[in-house]
């Protein structure tokens, strides 16, 4: 029986429409895929060499002992926040003959197929087979294997268990992630001395097989807690959202009430972004990538002002380029509603602009702490930003008068391209591209520095034009609208 | 009020919809009777602008509603879920139809308080987002929320499909009261529902209008007669 259920959910992938309906999203995903799972395996293949090189003299399986602690607390957190776990599977089931037990089991199984733990194993086993000798040597190899196994299934278990308490509108597990990076970076400096305790404590489970097991069972007894709170949580209205403990989420910036209607819809957007997996994890990224740039300190890719300003780019711009690129897509659920109702289309593009808008500021403002590592990146950071004010946010815009996907909000974020074509990846291309382009005169005649200030003028320029920018951006919605909103109501 | 010009709609060669000549005028209670495919949303999504007419105009109020968006100032209307906003809760649902007309918090609040017998103290101050709601409940949301802003012409699909019997009595008593000073049209499969709160009464069949009658005893029985076949 439960495998029966299992092949439904195979057919259910491999005739999800966006694998079936248009190729060119078919191959998009493919190739996203393909990336992961490549960056996954060099990160896990090339550990070595990278430590090695950063930190010589380190003993690498040790130090990935020791690190590996944090990744998994890292880990678990970030499933609870943005894996979604398959308990809304149970209803097309739950009114069959099929016994609950069958039915748990399945779910239990199905939420292992999660690329979470795929991605996990693309990042271990290459570390493995490319530090197979040395851990031979210490006679570990197979140790190091069954924790990491039972690493994985403790984590996946233990999210889906804790998911059912943290309602994914609490703050808490941001807090402790917080926490976490500001523990790993006073742990790096030699402010506190965690690594080596975890490193001790991961020699220590790797000596023996009998140690070794023990993740393994608590990963066991993770699995069989959760099944036991899955059959006594069986009804669906046990698993209802509880919308009153969503603090982010039940903001209202009153403030926001003085651009008019467009505020209004600001209020909803914030909501939106809030309340659902896959636009939260795009907020919640943009944060991260402010530390992007940090991998390449010290790198002589940082020589290179043109790298300079494509991390000036993706740090001031990340939320826009996500938010921007599926611009109404978002919407598509309930766009039938601000389609006849007493709103103007051009309120909607003016509140999806101010959202961008502001989301660039704020992002530049924490950009200048740059300015202490490199004092050059004031200048990128700020011409850059000017840059996505005034030229990318409205690449996104342009995009979205030809942009007709509907996406489902309720499903999760992870390897989710739903409502993604062909053109979000080649709009990359010009974003990318046009300040290299605008520069490069200025730094062949000896002045990129003038050249980057070109850019911002740029930016600046289409700042200040935005209102008949959106203006037309609204019109060339109009036109095309019929389309849009057919594609919109069409479920996948 | 609303003019109906040389409508047709079609999808590839099917022709789903032709209304050559209709008008409806201010205040008139319009009931859109017919079978399953017979054009009824596909009429009313026309009118909303929701969808393309393959040929002619619909005007409301003497503009073409593919044209201006003046007319969704007066309008409102529910057809179905893709009127909700599945991650909001009821109120903030209400808070945010409401503050579209410029309403302000005590107005929204006075508003609704028409309204608790018929959500039946299962829809306001529950802490629960729309998505979690009963198909039923979601129904009442989305008609409540189409009275909001005071509108002079009212939409509605099928408001009486999902609803229990008592709602739907009182429904009846809802339209009947706030839609005194407004153009109402009401779709349904149920002729009876139609029959109790309009007084104009459109038979569509496979997309033409065959019946066009005022509500009297008489029109009653020849609808009847009609469907008995």
């Given at each position: 029986m439960v495998s029966t259920l299992i092949r439904h959910k195979w057919k259910a992938f491999w005739r999800s429409p966006a694998l079936t309906q248009q190729l060119a999203t078919t191959l998009l995903m493919g190739f996203f895929f393909l990336y992961f799972a490549a960056i996954m395996i060099g990160a896990g293949a090339g550990a070595k060499f990278i430590i090695e090189k950063a930190l010589p003299g380190t003993d690498v399986i040790s130090l990935v002992g020791g690190l590996t602690l944090y990744a998994l607390v890292f880990m678990l957190l970030m499933r609870i926040v943005l894996q979604k776990f398959p308990v809304s599977e149970i209803k097309q089931y739950q009114s069959h003959n099929i016994r609950k037990g069958n039915i748990v089991r399945f779910i239990n199984m199905s939420s292992l197929m999660s690329s979470w733990n795929l991605m996990l194993g693309f990042m271990i086993i290459p570390f493995l087979i490319v530090n197979h000798t040395e851990l031979m040597e210490r006679g570990i190899l197979f140790n190091f294997f069954i924790v990491f196994i039972g690493w994985t299934l403790f984590n996946n278990y233990l999210a889906f268990i804790l998911d059912r308490y943290f309602k994914k509108d609490n703050l808490i597990p941001y807090i402790i992630m917080g926490c976490l990076v500001i523990l790993l970076f006073l742990d790096f400096n030699g402010y506190i001395a965690l690594i080596p305790v975890f490193q001790s404590i991961f020699a220590w489970l790797t000596q023996n097989i009998v140690y070794a097991l023990i993740p393994l069972v608590a990963g066991i007894g993770a699995l069989f807690f959760n099944t036991q709170a899955l059959k006594q949580n069986f009804y669906l209205e046990d698993l209802i959202t509880d919308a009153g403990t969503d603090i982010v989420g039940n903001l209202n910036l009153p403030f926001l009430e003085k651009f008019g209607k467009a505020g209004t819809l600001m209020n909803l957007e914030l909501k939106l972004i809030w309340r659902n997996k896959r636009s939260r994890m795009g907020a919640i990224m943009s944060v991260l990538m402010l530390a992007y740039p940090l991998i390449f300190m010290g790198s002589p890719s940082l020589e290179n002002s043109g790298f300079k300003l494509f991390l000036g780019l993706f740090i001031t711009g990340f939320f826009a380029l996500n938010y921007g690129q599926l611009m109404l897509s978002w919407n598509s659920e309930h766009f039938d509603l601000l389609a006849t109702r007493n709103v103007k289309i051009k309120d909607i593009f003016l509140a999806k602009y101010y959202i961008m808008l502001f989301s660039c500021i704020i992002l530049y403002l924490f950009s200048l702490v740059y300015y202490f590592l490199d004092p050059d990146f004031v200048r990128i950071n700020t011409v850059m930003f000017l840059f996505n004010i005034g030229v990318s946010i409205f690449l996104y815009m342009l995009l979205a008068a030809f942009n007709s996907k509907r996406i489902?909000?309720?499903?999760?974020?992870?390897?989710n391209y739903e409502g993604i074509g062909l053109a979000h990846f080649l709009i990359i291309i010009p974003l990318i591209a046009l300040p290299i382009l605008i520069r490069l005169p200025f730094a062949l005649s000896g002045h990129p520095v003038m050249g980057e200030w070109m850019i911002g003028l740029i930016g600046l320029i289409g700042a200040v034009f935005h209102t008949p920018i959106i203006n037309y951006c609204t019109e060339l919605f109009q036109k095309r609208r019929y389309k849009i909103l057919a594609a919109f109501r069409k479920k996948t | 009020m609303i003019k109906f010009t040389d409508i047709s709609k079609k999808y590839g060669k099917t022709e789903v919809l032709n209304i050559a000549d209709l008008e409806i005028a201010e205040g008139e209670h319009i009931g859109l009777v017919g079978n399953n495919g017979a054009g009824k949303t596909t009429c009313f999504s026309l009118l909303l602008d929701l969808i393309e007419p393959s040929t002619g105009a619909i005007t409301s109020d003497g503009n073409i509603v593919s044209k201006t968006e003046m007319w969704k100032e007066y309008t409102s209307s529910f057809l179905d879920e893709s009127y909700l906003i599945n991650f909001l809760t009821p109120d903030e649902y209400f808070n945010f139809v409401g503050s579209l007309y410029g309403w302000n918090e005590a107005d929204i609040q006075g508003f609704l308080a028409q309204y608790e017998e018929f959500f039946n103290e299962e829809v306001i101050g529950k802490k629960k987002y729309i998505r979690d709601l009963s198909k039923g409940n979601q129904k009442k949301v989305g008609i409540i929320a189409a009275l909001m802003g005071n509108p002079r012409l009212l939409v509605l699909d099928e408001p009486f499909s999902n609803l229990d019997p008592t709602s739907q009595i009182r429904l009846k008593r809802i339209i009947k009261q706030s839609g005194e000073d407004k153009t109402v049209l009401i779709s349904s499969h149920d002729i009876n529902h139609v029959v109790d709160v309009c007084d104009r009464i459109l038979i569509l069949e496979k997309g033409v209008l065959v019946k066009d009658l005022k509500n009297t005893p008489e029109a009653q029985e020849e609808i009847s007669a009609y469907f008995d076949v």
């Open positions: 489902d909000l309720s499903k999760g974020a992870m390897m | -």
